[in-house]
């Protein structure tokens, strides 16, 4: 298989088909953690780790198990079942490394769980017949990919947002546009730009 495979995985997933931007996906983290870039950071670091080993498991889940005994229609409460133990080690693993990230993010990191981005990511691998396309072995390998490149459009919108939220508040907004206004019309924007590199790949 080409290295071409991967690149235009990631590449595509990354800014053409960005999980938040285009697809409207994880949108509750983007506006709800995006005030400082350090908890933004904290959080893509967070979402990157569960949405890969989330999806390289929930793709072994369900061509090994859940194909094989023909019980795919309980595929999405399987997935959530392995996010969730995925999220509750993330949360464990910052608590104990930065409580003062862990208290920044707040109740936005157990809602990761319910991040409809991860779920989204782990449904769509199925659905796009990676397996049938390359075999289930080199599929994952793209599936992975594409995780990963929407790991990082995630990453790289919510540090760009978070960046330009930390200078709207040194910024004289009128009154009726402070906060949450403001951030969807920047948001908004900012899916216009990432809206003209469709067509790319």
Do not use: H
């Not at 990157?48 to 072994?60: C, K």
């Not at 707040?106 to 782990?122: D, H, R, S």
């Not at 490149?149 to 009128?174: C, M, Q, Y």
């Amino acid at each position: 298989m080409s290295p071409t495979v991967f690149f235009v995985a990631i590449v595509s997933a990354m800014l053409i088909n960005n999980v938040v931007l285009m697809r409207f996906l994880g949108v509750c983290p983007f506006l709800g953690v995006s005030k400082k870039s350090e908890t933004a950071i904290g959080m893509s670091a967070a979402v990157m780790f569960v949405m890969v080993v989330g999806s390289i498991l929930t793709y072994l889940l369900y061509y090994f198990v859940l194909e094989p005994f023909e019980i795919t229609y309980i595929s999405t409460i399987a997935f959530i079942l392995i996010i969730a133990s995925l999220v509750q080690l993330v949360e464990m693993f910052i608590k104990k490394a930065s409580k003062k990230l862990y208290k920044a993010l707040g109740i936005y990191l157990p809602l990761i769980v319910t991040n409809c981005a991860i779920l989204g990511i782990a449904e769509t691998n199925i659905r796009e017949g990676y397996a049938a396309e390359y075999g289930v072995g080199q599929g994952m390998l793209v599936a992975t990919s594409s995780a990963f490149g929407a790991a990082l459009g995630f990453a790289l919108v919510i540090f760009a947002f978070s960046t330009i939220r930390e200078r709207l508040e040194a910024a004289d907004v009128p009154t009726a546009w402070k906060g949450i206004p403001i951030s969807l019309v920047v948001a908004g924007i900012m899916a216009l730009a990432f809206l003209g590199l469709e067509g790319i790949v």
